[in-house]
């Protein structure tokens, strides 16, 4: 009897050492994870809290008086034409961006894969312009855009086709789709990375099989490789739906939102109405909004990824 109990104290002694061990454990765990979630909460959650809160006021963001207004703000870009202009001019970039860029860094990739010598060379040289900040590169295609100095018009003219040679940045309907591809010559890099990395973890037996079964380049681009990288194409039009709110910089060196807001993007119309018009409340929830609606897009395509999966 008396060996019974001696044995459970010791048992219960060894469980109170593993809890103390545990909570020892999980007090250090806890410890070194507050500076990175004190610097989440610095760059991210507060400021993004910061918006919440100006988007429910009509604030100038000069005077110390806040007007609370409540969803106003948001009910007023709904009925606003020019929000909704620039809503449906974002979607647009970012389906120009998907076709330039990710399209852009899919065929480079296919291509790089191929080749067995100085591969890391051209690698290297494809990401280049993606080391390039967003300003720089609408400054550098602002100035191949130029009508009259600008590199692509004058080599139009010297191949005989100075009939396409346009204004590019000065025409309403050409602005934008000009903007999306210099855009989109700085970001197919960072995606040609992406899909190479994807690419590299094919089997490659599966394309001995389909060279032994006579399969073409295109079926075993269609029924391997698109297929292989179904993940890898996940990840990249969800990064693809996030860079499209970085369309600021490029628009706004290349043409600051003209011609006659035809290149206004949501970004556009956030800085414009914050530090123009100095309709802080308003900005902030047309920023939301469009965050909002890049995660639902984002949650909805994820899902329905996964139901073509199964």
């Known amino acids: 009897m008396h060996a019974t109990v001696e044995s459970e104290i010791k048992q219960?002694?060894?469980?109170?050492?593993?809890?103390?061990?545990?909570?020892?454990?999980?007090?250090?765990?806890?410890?070194?994870?507050l500076p990175a979630f004190g610097f989440y909460a610095a760059i991210i959650l507060i400021p993004l809290l910061v918006s919440v809160q100006l988007s429910l006021f009509e604030w100038d963001g000069m005077m110390p008086r806040m007007d609370f207004v409540g969803f106003s703000n948001y009910t007023a870009l709904w009925s606003e034409p020019r929000?909704?202009?620039?809503?449906?001019r974002?979607?647009?970039?970012?389906?120009?961006?998907?076709?330039?860029?990710?399209?852009?860094?899919?065929?480079?990739?296919?291509?790089?894969?191929?080749?067995?010598?100085?591969?890391?060379?051209?690698?290297?040289?494809?990401?280049?312009?993606?080391?390039?900040?967003?300003?720089?590169?609408?400054?550098?295609?602002?100035?191949?855009?130029?009508?009259t100095i600008g590199f692509i018009n004058i080599m139009l003219k010297k191949m005989g086709a100075g009939f396409l040679a346009t204004t590019w940045l000065g025409d309403t309907?050409?602005?934008?789709?000009?903007?999306?591809?210099a855009s989109s010559w700085q970001a197919y890099g960072f995606y040609m990375v992406i899909f190479l990395a994807g690419l590299q973890g094919i089997d490659p037996q599966?394309?001995?099989?389909?060279?032994v079964?006579?399969?073409?380049?295109?079926?075993?681009?269609?029924?391997?490789?698109?297929?292989?990288?179904?993940?890898?194409?996940?990840?990249?039009?969800?990064?693809?739906?996030?860079?499209?709110l970085k369309g600021f910089g490029?628009?706004?060196?290349?043409?600051?939102?003209?011609?006659?807001?035809?290149?206004?993007?949501?970004?556009?119309?956030?800085?414009?109405?914050a530090f123009q018009s100095s309709e802080i409340g308003k900005a902030s929830a047309a920023a939301l909004t469009?965050?909002?609606?890049?995660?639902?897009?984002?949650v909805l395509f994820n899902q329905w990824r996964d139901r073509k999966g199964d």
Not at 206 to 211: S, T
């Open 250 to 273: 490029t628009v706004w060196a290349m043409t600051g939102g003209g011609p006659s807001n035809s290149t206004e993007l949501v970004a556009v119309y956030v800085w414009r109405d």
């Open 90 to 147: 974002t979607l647009v970039w970012w389906v120009m961006h998907v076709v330039f860029a990710v399209g852009g860094g899919l065929v480079t990739a296919l291509l790089i894969a191929q080749i067995r010598v100085g591969q890391s060379l051209f690698r290297t040289l494809s990401f280049l312009p993606h080391v390039l900040s967003l300003s720089v590169v609408g400054i550098i295609w602002a100035q191949l855009y130029h009508p």
């Open 83 to 88: 929000f909704l202009a620039s809503l449906y």
């Open 206 to 211: 599966l394309y001995e099989a389909a060279v």
């Open 173 to 181: 309907t050409l602005a934008l789709p000009s903007i999306s591809i």
């Open 213 to 244: 079964d006579g399969a073409r380049p295109w079926q075993k681009f269609w029924y391997i490789t698109l297929p292989s990288l179904r993940n890898t194409m996940t990840l990249v039009l969800s990064l693809a739906f996030i860079g499209s």
């Open 12 to 33: 219960i002694s060894k469980a109170r050492s593993r809890s103390g061990k545990k909570l020892f454990d999980y007090g250090w765990a806890l410890l070194f994870s």
């Open 290 to 298: 469009l965050g909002f609606a890049v995660i639902v897009l984002t």
